[in-house]
């Protein structure tokens, strides 16, 4: 699975398994002013993918809005469209006044995860900083994390374990 798919995300050629049926994709959304006016670097967007890769995904697309409402839900219901997979999304979560990505992510979800989100929020003391949601698109499941390298990670990090599960539920799959 180390092997580049391109930009097109074609799978590989080898027999069909059970974990190829199963293949767990996701997209990373960079949500920050300054990564689109160039003064700073997507190093949390990098840190995701980088993340993601290790923890089994194939991370097939990464994208950068500007803050805001419009940018963050359009970007979503673009990146959800036929997409069965995560999406994380990093920066906008906190209290400053161009800080909209929970309202440009509730714009976009059919349904909150707030479960997701609360452990999301417990992992460090500056999660409760958060105002990040976790929500559902079709059988896409969307995660908002903080801006910040360590937190993006950290917040990825402490649902990991379930979201396998909850990806196989979406896709239609009786698990219980």
Same mark, same amino acid.
């Given at each position: ?17 059970s974990?190829?049926?199963h293949?767990?994709?996701?997209k ?10 160039? *003064?700073?670097?997507?190093?949390s ?5 980088? *993340?993601?890769?290790?923890?089994g ?5 990464r994208?950068?809005?500007?803050d805001?409402i419009? *940018? ?20 906008? *979560? ?5 800080d909209?990505t ?15 989100a ?7 003391p500056?999660?409760r900083?958060?105002?990040?949601v976790?929500?559902?698109i079709?059988r896409t ?13 950290e ?18 799959e009786?698990?219980?």
């Open positions: 699975m180390a092997t580049d798919h391109g930009a097109h995300g074609h799978q590989h050629h080898q027999p069909h398994t974990e190829d049926e293949r767990l994709a996701a990373v959304l960079t949500v920050s002013d300054g990564v689109i006016a160039g *003064t700073r670097e997507d190093r967007g990098e840190a995701l993918g980088e *993340t993601l890769a290790a923890a995904y194939e991370v097939v697309e994208r950068v809005v500007a805001g419009d *940018t963050v839900s359009e970007a979503l219901a673009e990146m959800s469209t036929g997409f069965e997979g995560l999406i994380v999304s990093t920066g906008g *979560t906190g209290f400053t006044e161009r909209l929970p309202e440009g992510t509730r714009a976009a979800i059919e349904r909150e995860a707030p479960g997701l609360e452990a999301m929020r417990l992992v460090n500056l999660g900083l958060s105002r990040g976790a929500g559902i079709g499941i969307v995660l908002n994390t903080p801006g910040s390298t360590k937190g993006c990670v917040c990825f990090e402490a649902v990991a374990d379930v979201l396998p599960h909850a990806l196989a539920l979406l896709a239609g009786r698990l219980h």
